[in-house]
């Protein structure tokens, strides 16, 4: 079946795709930005559409008169959920969100995309990259970011800021604190990973909580050493906003209570090796 993309639906024509622009919103702690926080509130979807989308930086005017915007938010790895479309009335100069009006509210909140961004700009060209927009899903109506359903270990892939939200489900609290586990960081800005295991009293959710309170375990032991050291050291060089807007959660391999220390210790360090975490990331042992 052939993939349907992001135009198929909104079927912009090639004079409209040249003067459109996608940004690709993610929480930033330096300016208290948090997209995927205010989306689950209805009384601010329209100012992350018609404020943050085309707010103009204090340095360039990206959002010109007539220019069309689409905005996109991260869920997870690769999928994103588009936040609104809407066409630019007036500029309004430097440091000031552009005067903007919807196009349609037909997939506001609703269109989940793919695409693997692998730059660092927040703001595109649409030309250069809307036939790589694949359509994943459309939510149904009553189905919205705010839900804490657990997806399954397997479908665990969570930023710090959705995962800190996440954990405040009892859902979740009890399915991760009943797996140990192997898990996975990603630094999402650099690429680097960094594998570590969950076989305490309190599983995955043991190890994910004292992440999202100090970005890593200041008291951790693995074979007599200590397996923190190159996160303590990303902390103390660039604080805990660096963790809180680059790094993504996600679960390897999980485990029941009578499988053994030692044996999830012994896969923990497979999957270093199978993804480098050692040489290329930030594993210190």
């Known amino acids: 079946m052939e993939d349907i993309k992001l135009n198929d639906l909104l079927q912009l024509t090639k004079e409209e795709i040249n003067k459109t622009k996608i940004r ?26 018609l404020t943050d989308l085309v707010y103009n930086r204090e340095k360039s005017i990206s959002f010109t008169d007539d220019v069309i915007a689409i905005g996109f938010i991260r869920i997870r790895d690769d999928y994103w959920l588009m936040t609104g479309i809407v066409k630019v009335v007036e500029d309004n100069g430097l440091a000031k969100p552009a005067t903007a009006k919807y196009l349609t509210k037909k ?53 710090y800021h959705e995962l800190k939200k996440k954990l405040e489900s009892s859902e979740w609290r009890t399915a991760l604190s009943c797996r140990k586990g192997v898990y996975l ?45 190159k996160l303590q050291e990303l902390v103390n060089e660039k604080g805990l906003s660096y963790i809180q807007d680059n790094f993504q959660y996600s679960i390897l391999e999980t485990f029941t209570d009578d499988v053994s220390d030692e044996y999830i210790i012994g896969r923990e360090s497979w999957w270093k090796e199978a993804l480098h975490s050692r040489e290329f990331g930030y594993n210190a042992n």
Do not use: C
Request: hydrophobic share 30%; aromatic share 12%.
């Open 24 to 49: 690709f919103m993610v929480p930033s702690s330096g300016i208290d930005f948090d997209p995927n926080t205010d989306a689950e509130d209805p009384s601010k979807q329209d100012k992350i559409n």
């Open 107 to 159: 997939y506001n909140f609703r269109l989940v995309i793919r695409f693997h961004k692998n730059f660092q700009n927040g703001i595109v060209l649409a030309k250069n990259i809307i036939d790589e927009l694949e359509v994943i899903e459309i939510w149904n109506p009553d189905k919205t970011l705010d839900d804490k359903t657990f997806p399954g270990y397997k479908n665990v892939s969570v930023s």
């Open 185 to 229: 960081i990603t630094d999402r800005t650099t690429g680097k990973l960094y594998v570590g295991s969950a076989y305490g009293a309190n599983g995955i959710l043991g190890r994910w909580e004292t992440y999202i309170k100090s970005g890593y375990d200041k008291n951790e032991v693995e074979n007599g050493k200590y397996p923190n050291k």
